[in-house]
Structure formats: structure tokens, C-alpha cells
């Protein structure tokens, strides 16, 4: 399926790489009052990820970009580390992260099997 079809995959992703960069931005404030992190160090990583975050969205549809995605999501895991909370929440946006590509595709696929089943009855009655 070419890149342009994936429409439901991009906005499926990009919501959840959005929310995600907001939880990202709240972590980083909680985490600046229980951690031993500077708050340099700690608004350092957490901007890069929520940048990250949102400069994704707009290359959804490059090959790569479900993989760093996936770094991404793994990276939000690790952050429990740092925020013990982070560990679940990581584990809930995996599965966003999941859902959205894995359901993402099936929604593109269906769209594009009527779209050729559509221009299949049409080519018929103009013969």
C-alpha cells in the first residue's frame, strides 16, 4: 500500500504521539520534585522526547517511522526508572502505540479494497 494511502495509521499515530508528548511534559514536572535528576538534565531529555514526539507526527509516512515509534515507546518504559509511574504508563501508551498502527492498517487496507471495488463498478458501466 503506498505511503499516501495511510491515512488512518497517521492520524491514529499522531494522536497518540501528541497525548503522549503531553504526558511526557507532566512527568518531567513531577519528576523534577521526586527524583534526584537535575532539572537541566531532566527538561533536557523530556524536551528532546516531546519534540520528538511531535516532529514524528509529520513523518508518519516515511519508512522508519513506526520503528522510532516503537524506540520511543520502549524509551517512555524505561523512564519508570526516574518516575515509577512511568512504568505503567509507558506499558498503556505501548498499547496505544499498538493499536494504532496495527488497527491503523487494517482501516487503510479495507478503505483502499472499496475504493478499487467502487472504481471496479464503475469502469464495467461505462463500457
Known amino acids: 500500500m503506498a505511503a ?5 495509521v497517521r492520524t491514529l499515530c499522531s494522536s497518540t ?9 507532566f512527568a518531567a514536572l513531577v519528576a523534577m520534585r521526586l527524583s534526584h535528576v537535575s532539572a537541566a538534565t531532566l527538561w ?4 528532546a522526547a516531546m519534540v520528538l514526539c ?14 522510532i515509534g516503537w ?6 518504559i524505561a523512564s519508570g526508572a526516574i518516575v515509577g509511574m512511568m512504568y505503567p504508563l509507558g506499558v498503556i501508551f505501548a ?12 482501516i487503510d487496507t479495507i478503505k483502499a479494497a472499496r ?13
Open 71 to 76: 524506540a520511543l515507546q520502549i524509551a517512555l
Open 4 to 8: 499516501s494511502k495511510l491515512a488512518a
Open 115 to 127: 475504493a478499487a471495488q467502487a472504481a471496479e463498478a464503475v469502469v464495467p458501466a461505462q463500457a
Open 95 to 106: 498499547g496505544l502505540w499498538w493499536a494504532s498502527v496495527h488497527y491503523g492498517r487494517k
Open 17 to 25: 504521539l501528541i497525548s503522549e508528548a503531553m504526558v511526557i511534559g
Open 44 to 47: 533536557s531529555v523530556s524536551g
Open 54 to 67: 511531535v516532529l514524528l507526527c509529520g513523518v508518519l509516512s516515511r519508512k522508519g517511522a513506526v520503528a
